[in-house]
């Protein structure tokens, strides 16, 4: 597939791929996240049942300890680690760059509901939704919200601004209704005041671009035109958001 690897290796890229089923499963019902939560905690400190992770926890977890493995390898610069993923694995790569300072940018595809799209305008995948199909994935805590949407303590736009001050790319599909374009760049948008605070640029417009139009400062987002998922030319728009940021000098 042009993109990855071969061509972010000839653009100067390191390339390392995450089995994420093989940190934690996939499958409702065969997960082990208690496992991941208590090699986390401190030796003897627990949490209350509501509070423990779903498999999306678990798989930045582990994503942050390829990033400890990768501190040790003096063949990368572990000042420049960017992380990706599509769907459930971008709303991943969200919570892991949110958790972990150490990750210099995150590049999110298609994360929809529990990603980067509001929960508030209950559009397309909704929070009940998740809860009924993929309810291992989040916390028990989430399960509170699917009929209560609005009274939520936080939305998408939080979750963005904790990535803040380091470059974050959305990139979805106008197809893609169900992971909802338009939440996703709202929530960009609310976020924008964090990165400002900071100082860094936001997305500088409320104005929704067209697919194919991307839009590239701290904050980026563009459309492919098509349906959910990643397709060749996004990878393009990827590294051209990877050179503006984690070449030498550049940040």
């Not at 597939?1 to 409702?28: C, Q, V």
């Not at 697919?211 to 996004?234: E, F, L, N, V, W």
């Amino acid at each position: 597939m042009r993109g990855a690897p071969a061509e972010l290796i000839s653009r100067g890229f390191g390339y390392a791929r995450i089995i994420y089923n093989s940190i934690e499963t996939d499958i409702e019902g065969q997960t082990n996240v208690n496992l991941a939560r208590k090699l986390a905690l401190p030796p003897g400190q627990t949490a209350p049942a509501e509070d423990e992770w779903g498999a999306i926890a678990a798989w930045a977890w582990g994503i942050s300890r390829v990033v400890d493995y990768l501190e040790t390898d003096s063949a990368v610069d572990s000042k420049r680690i960017a992380i990706t993923g599509v769907s459930r694995l971008g709303k991943t790569v969200l919570w892991a760059g949110a958790n972990d300072p150490r990750i210099a940018l995150v590049i999110a595809s298609c994360s929809g509901e529990g990603g980067a799209s509001l929960s508030r305008r209950n559009y397309g995948e909704t929070v009940k939704n998740l809860n009924t199909r993929f309810g291992y994935q989040f916390s028990a805590n989430y399960q509170k919200f699917g009929d209560h949407v609005d009274q939520m303590p936080v939305d998408a736009h939080m979750l963005l601004a904790l990535i803040a001050p380091r470059p974050l790319y959305l990139q979805t599909g106008d197809e893609d209704k169900w992971s909802d374009p338009k939440g996703e760049f709202l929530a960009a948008v609310a976020a924008e005041p964090v990165y400002r605070l900071l100082g860094k640029q936001g997305l500088g417009t409320d104005e929704m671009p067209p697919a194919g139009q991307p839009i590239m400062h701290t904050i980026g987002y563009h459309m492919h035109a098509g349906k959910h998922g990643t397709i060749p030319s996004d990878w393009d728009q990827y590294l051209k958001f990877m050179e503006m940021h984690l070449q030498p000098g550049k940040q």
